[in-house]
């Protein structure tokens, strides 16, 4: 495997190609790493140990008293930046802000309930259930393509 | 019992309660005001028990609502099992504002509440069910056309 870079300072973001024969584990890998690269935020454990997390394993985003915790299947990490900062980090990678104190992973979401007071349930891949409130239903719609109206 | 949740749904339940308790008051004292009527303590005592009634069968459906046993349960199904909670509050209401209640009102009012109740609970579950069928549809379309993050998380 031969390895180019080339830089080109007219390009508005990095660009990978990768050229191959035959699509075998080798450039898969490569393609997975790649993929890996730019799907990730950095959580912390309990104990403060750093965990690099998968943007596509996380179920949900919320923030509860000053800090943002990131909810995967069975896991929760802390994650340091503020749910703002993720909102703008996350937009375009099928997240959607439901709450003021929380964003989900559309992708995530596998059946909507209604709820009292014109809010909806969202029942999650784990089995949890999160609720968008009413003023974020019109931007939930938009976000899976229907129209914004709540 | 989880205690955090319990005095999150007292302190909402609380701030509600003071809202309507404040515009009740005010409400009392407009009409009281217009019919150049005196205020008499028990005008204000009344509602102030209704209210102190209310702060806690309105934490109690608060914290039943948002258990886990009720999160996977249609809300109209919670809504009508915390009726007695609902018509506790009313007859409150109806009885402290009221004082020639008849034996018969007593067994009516209940009934024409409960009646009410179950009607418009079922026709605003169907109204959100069917929207909420059009945004699982449109959910199933979006999970087509990103096959790429469609895979089980």
């Known amino acids: 495997m031969r390895l180019f870079l080339k830089e080109n300072s007219d390009l508005k973001e990095t660009e990978v190609e990768i050229r191959y024969k035959i699509l075998d584990e080798e450039v898969e890998s490569l393609i997975a790493a790649v993929k890996d690269s730019r799907d990730k935020i950095l959580g912390y454990k309990d104990n403060g140990d750093l965990a690099p997390l998968t943007v596509s394993k996380i179920l949900y985003l919320e923030a509860v008293d000053r800090y943002v915790f990131a909810y995967m299947s069975s896991e929760v990490y802390k994650v340091r930046q503020t749910l703002y900062e993720l909102e703008d980090e996350l937009r375009g990678k099928h997240f959607v802000r439901i709450s003021k104190s929380s964003i989900v992973n559309i992708n995530a979401v596998k059946r909507i309930s209604p709820d009292a007071g014109r809010r909806l349930r969202l029942h999650l891949s784990n089995g949890e259930t999160i609720i968008v409130s009413r003023g974020y239903v019109g931007d939930f719609k938009t976000a899976i393509g229907m129209k914004g109206d709540a | ?153």
């Open chain 2, 1 to 153: 019992m989880d205690k955090e949740r319990l005095i999150k749904a007292l302190k909402r339940s609380f701030l509600i309660s003071t809202c309507f308790f404040a515009l009740t008051i005010v409400l009392i004292a407009v009409s009281i005001a217009i019919a150049g009527e005196v205020i008499y303590p028990d005008m204000i005592l009344r509602p102030l028990l209704v209210f102190t009634v209310f702060i806690f069968i309105n934490a109690a459906r608060m914290y039943l609502a948002g258990s886990k046993w009720a999160s996977d349960k249609p809300y109209i199904l919670t809504n009508i099992l915390l009726m007695p909670l609902y018509l506790i509050t009313t007859m409150a209401g109806i009885c402290a504002f009221n004082d020639q209640m008849s034996v018969a009102d007593l067994i009516r009012f209940p009934i024409i509440f409960m009646i009410a109740f179950t009607i418009a609970q079922v026709i605003r579950y169907i109204i959100d069910k069917r929207k909420s069928d059009e945004i699982n549809d449109a959910l199933n379309e979006y999970h087509k056309e990103h096959p790429e993050y469609g895979e089980e998380i």
